[in-house]
């Protein structure tokens, strides 16, 4: 049994709503977790199991793999081949790097994630005029990814009828949120 997609989606989707933030987070949550993987690669020791190479990075995206393919088997799948091969092939193209290459590596990274970052806080603050969902949950920095993905296929006619209750729900969520932002 997979994890409840409605709930899922809803549930990061209402702090979600503003166009421009979501357009943020479209372009920034994969340039997030693809440069976390660079960053874990860069320290990590690395395996070598025959058909690749692997390093912590490679073993978390295999573990979000899961995660995200019970939620949607279909999203999953995708999000996942998405991610793991851009992995390996930024991967091969470092493999044999010089010492200045791999410190631009890094340094490219740690670019992506503060600029990232500081883009989506931007993004909750000015647009969506919300905190982010990682305020609430930390763990929503794992699901995001595979949000992304979700939100993509939706706007692409996938599941019509999961994606109007999705919907549905988020407009519930963003009315009950208002509504208890007033009383305060």
């Not at 899922?8 to 920034?28: D, E, P, Q, T």
């Not at 860069?42 to 025959?50: F, K, L, N």
């Not at 851009?86 to 890094?106: G, I, K, R």
Request: proline share 2%; glycine share 4%.
């Amino acid at each position: 049994m997979g994890i409840d997609i409605v709930n899922f989606y809803s549930s990061y989707g209402s702090y979600h709503n503003n166009i421009v933030n979501k357009v943020i987070h479209l372009i920034c949550i994969p340039l997030i977790l693809l440069s976390a993987v660079q960053i874990m690669n860069h320290y990590s020791s690395i395996i070598d199991i025959g058909c690749c190479k692997l390093n912590l990075g490679l073993i978390m995206l295999f573990v979000l793999a899961i995660v995200y393919m019970t939620v949607d088997f279909f999203s999953g799948i995708l999000a996942s081949l998405f991610y793991i091969v851009v992995t390996l092939l930024l991967n091969q193209h470092f493999m044999n790097a010089d010492e200045v290459q791999w410190s631009n590596h890094l340094c490219v990274a740690t670019t992506f994630q503060v600029t990232c970052w500081i883009l989506q806080f931007i993004g909750h603050g000015v647009f969506e005029k919300r905190a982010p969902a990682l305020l609430d949950n930390i763990l929503q920095i794992f699901v995001a990814p595979d949000f992304v993905f979700l939100e993509v296929l939706f706007f692409m006619g996938y599941k019509p009828e999961i994606h109007k209750a999705c919907k549905n729900q988020i407009e519930k969520s963003i009315k009950q949120f208002r509504n208890e932002k007033k009383q305060k």
